[in-house]
């Protein structure tokens, strides 16, 4: 079955410190993952996906087939990161996404 | 926003009446989706639909019902409101590009039931 984890509900960096959100996901087959954001009391926006390889707002992330994660990274925290950040995956299907239950960042100022 | 929209936003309704949250969309898109977010559950499929007339079951379907009789139209239907339905629904849909399938959300619905 598909499964999408994010171990981490809550996570508290400093402003300018590196920050991870963590994904690892279940799945037999070749899935597509990507992350989505989420900002106070709006809609889920994507951010990235792991096929076009880009970098959003200095966010990276890299799938690991070995390990089944893909982490979120971005080298220095910004206050308007602060969000709630959604891992999904995508299957052969294509059409039905499977997300994690998210992990809500907090960026200290 | 991928011209979704959702109506009503906000709605505040008793237990035991019928609700309905509509979802629009104005670029053909063949697949729609209706979502609930809760805290410590993220994300759950609710009901999905391949086209007009066809739809199926998500993860968590039970006390729910949807329609679609037109491409850009994708209903939702509360038969009978509970409280554990209290929610922020959001509708979704797919975007192909080539191989590649992406979801883009509607500005969801925030719906209370007393």
């Known amino acids: 079955a598909q499964r999408v984890t994010q171990p981490e509900k809550l996570l508290s960096v400093f402003k300018g410190a590196p920050v991870e959100l963590k994904c690892n996901y279940s799945?037999?087959?070749?899935?597509?993952l990507f992350w989505y954001v989420q900002y106070s009391r709006q809609r889920l926006q994507l951010l990235l996906r792991?096929?076009s390889r880009e970098s959003i707002k200095g966010f990276t992330a890299d799938l690991n087939k070995g390990e089944t994660s893909f982490h979120l990274k971005k080298p220095f925290a910004q206050e308007e990161d602060s969000a709630m950040y959604y891992c999904?995956?995508?299957?052969?299907?294509?059409?039905?996404?499977?997300f994690g239950t998210g992990t809500s960042l907090t960026v200290i100022p | 926003d991928a011209g979704i929209t959702q109506s009503p936003r906000h709605k505040v309704t008793e237990t035991g009446t019928p609700v309905t949250l509509r979802c629009h969309q104005t670029?053909?898109?063949?697949?729609m989706y209706w979502y609930r977010q809760d805290p410590g559950h993220g994300l759950r499929l609710i009901h999905y639909?391949?086209?007009?007339?066809?739809?199926d079951k998500g993860e968590v379907s039970d006390g729910y019902s949807v329609s679609r009789s037109k491409t850009e139209d994708f209903l939702l239907t509360l038969e009978s409101a509970t409280s554990s339905q209290t929610s922020v629904y959001f509708c979704?849909?797919?975007?192909?590009?080539?191989?590649?399938?992406?979801?883009?959300f509607g500005p969801g619905t925030r719906l209370l039931v007393l």
């Open positions: 979704a849909i797919s975007r192909s590009a080539g191989v590649e399938e992406t979801q883009y």
């Open positions: 799945y037999s087959g070749s899935p597509e």
């Open positions: 792991h096929i």
């Open positions: 999904a995956l995508s299957g052969n299907t294509g059409n039905q996404f499977y």
């Open positions: 670029e053909n898109h063949r697949y």
């Open positions: 639909s391949y086209g007009v007339k066809d739809t």
